[in-house]
């Protein structure tokens, strides 16, 4: 069975700081990892991780993936109360019956204070 | 990349009674997807709509409780039936191109009382 892991569960930090975002995954057939950003009830793309070592990056958050340790994390730098929100890792799976199936991990639970 | 339009989104409900939610795609898409959301969890899968067959439920989902349209390539239902307070959920259609992104709906946030 497909499992994505997520640490911390929660994270509470000020405004200017930098936080780092984990998943771990095991799941047959991978096909690629995706980090989303959840503030209401829908999803946000932020990332699509397919290769390792290969940095991807969009203004303050960066991803990077290991496919090796089978694990990828997310980064937030100067991080601002905007940033408040659930962030959710899930991985695709591309074999057989479960392709196109994504599994999520937990999320974590960012919360920026002024 | 594709646009989705879900609704309703959010109703509150009597237990005992159903709700269809729908979701609609501006493209053609082979796959689609129905995620449930409970409160304080993470998304889970709940079944995998197929256009012209019948859908794949995931573990744990059946299709008397949670039956699935998908009448053409754009368009899917999903009905909560005999909804109880557990259904209180946000639930979500989604849609991915070959294992690249997948692309939410706007979510449906159901309450049952």
């Known amino acids: 069975e497909d499992k994505v892991v997520q640490s911390p569960l929660s994270l509470v930090v000020h405004e200017g700081d930098t936080v780092t975002l984990n998943c771990s995954y095991e799941?047959?057939?991978?096909?690629?990892l995706l980090w989303y950003k959840q503030e209401k009830k829908a999803p946000t793309f932020l990332f699509m991780l397919?290769?390792?070592?290969i940095e991807k990056k969009s203004g303050r958050l960066s991803s990077i993936l290991d496919k090796k340790e089978l694990f990828s994390i997310l980064n937030i730098t100067a991080t601002q109360t905007g940033d408040s929100a659930v962030y959710l890792c899930a991985v695709f799976n591309a074999g057989g019956t479960s392709y196109g199936k994504l599994t999520f991990g937990q999320g974590t639970i960012l919360t920026v204070h002024p | 990349s594709a646009v989705i339009s879900q609704k309703p989104s959010r109703d509150i409900c009597q237990r005992g009674t159903s709700l269809t939610i729908q979701c609609q795609v501006d493209s053609q898409v082979t796959m689609m997807f129905w995620y449930r959301q409970q409160p304080g969890q993470s998304l889970t899968l709940i079944a995998t709509a197929n256009q012209g067959s019948e859908a794949t439920y995931e573990s744990g989902f059946v299709i008397d409780k949670f039956p699935i349209s998908r009448p053409n390539l754009t368009f899917s239902t999903l009905t909560v039936s005999n909804m109880s307070p557990e259904d209180s959920s946000i639930y979500l259609c989604?849609?991915?191109?070959?294992?690249?992104?997948?692309?939410f709906g706007q979510g449906t946030r159901l309450t049952v009382v």
């Open positions: 989604s849609v991915g191109f070959q294992g690249t992104e997948a692309f």
């Open positions: 799941v047959t057939n991978f096909r690629s």
């Open positions: 397919t290769s390792s070592g």
